[in-house]
């Protein structure tokens, strides 16, 4: 049971009915008993309905549904809520971390234009830090290890190379966009975008 209640398998909704957030059910049963939240119960393609907490309890459990065990019976895991009193959509940026480089850069290195797998790249600091370069977005790119390598502690065009384009720090973006369906949640295809 525990299982169950620590996966992040629970989409947020704000009260817009936006994806804002993926919680554990146990952080989603806590928000509908405390009414900082209402259940959705998805029925079909066509029929998803607000349920209170109190309403929630006395659902059927589904064949196609998790549930857990309580002392008055099965209790129906949710798969979607919606925040009672929260109808903003928060904004990501993402860290300045190797993988927030390699995401920015699409995984492309910026110097030959060829899109790399896991193992081919690393960071570049465009303007070397032997020579007084950042580690900042501004500075920071993704390249081929081989290209990299090839560069060393040069600048790129006293190495022959030339930037695809330059380095900027990526914008905030809506967390709905950022939002995955890894578990294959059926009920939450209706808020994500596919």
Known sequence: ????????????????????HVKTPAEAFCMLSTGAATGLDVQDDQSIVPVTWEQWLKLPVRESDQSIKTTHGPVRVPTVVVAARYDKVPLHRPSFTARG????????CQYTGRK????????????????????????CVLADRKIN??????????????????????????????????HDVRDWNHFLRQ
Do not use: F, Y
Not at 2 to 16: Q, Y
Not at 101 to 108: P, S
């Open 149 to 182: 390598t090839r560069k060393a502690d040069r600048l790129p065009q006293e190495a022959g190379l030339r930037l695809q384009r330059p380095p900027v720090t990526p914008k905030a973006v809506p967390v709905t966009l950022l939002i995955r369906n890894v």
């Open 116 to 139: 790399l797998a896991r193992n081919e790249g690393n960071i570049d600091h465009v303007v070397p830090r032997s020579r007084g370069g950042a580690s900042s977005w501004e500075n």
């Open 101 to 108: 480089i390699w995401e920015r850069d699409g995984g492309v």
């Open 1 to 20: 049971m525990s299982d169950i209640l620590n996966k992040s398998t629970v989409l947020v909704l704000n009260r817009c009915w936006q994806a804002i």
